[in-house]
């Protein structure tokens, strides 16, 4: 949603019936009192050419999913995350990723990589559990494909339930056979209502097949500019217009069926085809590769608290659909790594890399969200 600082505009959305005006306050209840700035149609659903954008008050989002650290709780509690990707060339974005959930607060953070890739991530660090099942056609005859997919997936399968949510994309190359079997992997987190955060040759994948994530509301994509243009060349077939970024990106995600859709700029915009979020948050002018990794381990993270949050509230219950976690997890991932890159960008400057900028994070949400 749109959280702003504004009580009357709540009241000035003049086409808002009083259904919706019971589930706008529900709404505000439900983050601390922020409202949202979406003009609304007799459906509920937000008119396509009316989608207003603002910024969104992130600290208030984060305050409300995030949980607090409790002597009663057990490992997993605050989230059980894994990352697919990894190949002989790309062994850093997995461990960035995954690392960085970790540094935010989730217990457990696993990474899916191919055998070239996993002692290469083990030994950046102990923290991670690595699972070195992914394989290459190099690596794979014709007349064996079938039974190595089949086997590569059962291996993924095992343990797939046992996640909040996944990371696909970050360090993945473009292999046809490793990209046919995480399309199979997807296909089954999909049919178990895994959220997926999608970034990086990800994107590539689904961009290619859009299948996979059509209709998948529990779906995050991650594009940069080059991602973003390739995926409305794609789906709206046309060019990227920056001259009304919110209603674009708005009918692209809609187009597509419902996902979210977080569009990496200057100042990122968020959108599930429902709503337009912007998070303009001062980051760092040093683009060091490596953030979007970040990012999509932060989105991970924040989606898997959001949708416990919402699943745990007692009153109104037949209401929480109205929010959608993976949005306000793509707002609060946002926000954090814009933070930290501030934070790591005041003491190193020049020299600011991706690993201080993860360094960052822990205290980035600190700030905002104290642990006790």
């Not at 910024?55 to 009663?72: G, Q, W």
């Not at 290469?120 to 699972?131: R, W």
């Not at 046309?238 to 069926?257: P, Q, Y």
């Not at 699943?311 to 949005?327: A, D, I, R, W, Y």
Request: with cysteine; proline share 3%; glycine share 8%.
């Amino acid at each position: 949603m749109n959280f702003i600082n504004s009580p009357t505009c709540l009241e000035n959305c003049m086409l808002a019936s009083s259904s919706v005006y019971r589930r706008q306050l529900f709404l505000i209840r439900s983050l601390g009192g922020y409202c949202c700035r979406v003009h609304m149609e007799g459906g509920g659903r937000a008119v396509g050419s009316s989608i207003s954008v603002a910024e969104a008050d992130a600290e208030s989002v984060m305050r409300k999913i995030t949980p607090k650290l409790d002597p009663i709780l057990y490992k997993g509690q605050a989230g059980k995350v894994a990352v697919i990707g990894g190949c002989r060339e790309y062994t850093g974005a997995p461990y960035f990723a995954a690392i960085s959930a970790l540094k935010i607060g989730a217990d457990l953070s696993h990474i899916f990589c191919t055998k070239d890739a996993a002692a290469v991530i083990k030994c950046y660090s102990p923290e991670l559990i690595v699972h070195p099942v992914l394989e290459e056609s190099y690596s794979v005859r014709d007349e064996e494909k079938a039974i190595v997919s089949a086997k590569v997936i059962g291996e993924v399968k095992k343990w797939m339930e046992r996640f909040d949510c996944i990371v696909v994309g970050p360090g993945l190359g473009r292999d046809p056979f490793l990209l046919n079997c995480v399309s199979d992997i997807m296909r089954h987190a999909r049919d178990a209502e895994i959220p997926t955060v999608i970034d990086g040759d990800g994107l590539f994948l689904v961009t290619n097949n859009m299948d996979l994530i059509k209709g998948n509301s529990l779906a995050v994509l991650t594009p940069n500019v080059n991602e973003y243009k390739r995926l409305v060349e794609k789906v709206l077939q046309c060019e990227v217009n920056d001259k009304d970024s919110s209603k674009e990106l708005a009918s692209l995600a809609r187009s597509i069926g419902g996902v979210t859709i977080l569009r990496k700029g200057k100042a990122d915009l968020i959108s599930d085809g429902v709503t337009v979020n912007q998070v303009s948050i001062f980051g760092s002018p040093r683009r060091c590769g490596g953030q979007g990794d970040i990012l999509s381990g932060s989105v991970a993270v924040f989606s898997s608290w959001a949708r416990h949050h919402l699943s745990t509230q007692k009153n109104e219950s037949s209401l929480q659909s109205s929010l959608n976690p993976m949005v306000l997890g793509s707002i609060s991932g946002s926000a954090l790594l814009r933070k930290a890159a501030s934070l790591a960008f005041e003491n190193k400057k020049r020299s600011t890399l991706t690993t201080d900028i993860i360094e960052c994070l822990g205290k980035s949400l600190e700030d905002i969200v104290p642990a006790y």
